[in-house]
């Protein structure tokens, strides 16, 4: 079977155009046609995901509580669906949560390189059940649920990350 030039052609353009139109829908949930919605507190069952953030005792600052509805991404960007700037490492940009919200400070950790329990650092939990659970994996390859819970704790020096699980409870909830 010959196939002529012509048809050949065709068929390229066909694929060119497809694949440019495809590159670019972002890959993220409004590729389906849904949008994030953040609303400022754990969610409800069916709602969504959760967030909680506890920037820890010397920080003055209030723990913080986010529902965010359709999202199907990572936990790193589950924090700036909420609205919350990361920082990461200079060595690990999305990989280590060196600063949330301006803390600690640039003054107290420039995120160069990882910062050392002695200087103070962000830990991970997650939680589908209601209770915290020391994160396994990072942020930026673990894609939380409808249901579940993403939880940040600012580890003072001297605590132990992995027991210093954020003060608010994680909202027990479940999705269809």
Known sequence: MKISLRTVLIALVVLVA???VISTVPSDQKSVGLQTEVLQRQCASGEGVSLVVDFGTSSGKNIA???VKNFKSTGWDLLSAAGLDAKGTS????????????WPSEADQPCTKTPTSAQGTWAYFNSKSGAWQFSGQGASSRKPG???VDGWRFV???EVASQ?????????????
Not at 91 to 102: A, Q
């Open 18 to 20: 497809a694949g440019g």
């Open 65 to 67: 509580e986010f529902c």
């Open 91 to 102: 060595e690990y940009p999305t990989g280590f949560v060196c600063r949330l919200d301006n």
């Open 146 to 148: 409808c249901g579940e």
């Open 156 to 158: 003072e020096p001297g």
């Open 164 to 176: 210093s699980e954020p003060r608010n409870k994680p909202a027990a909830s479940a999705c269809k």
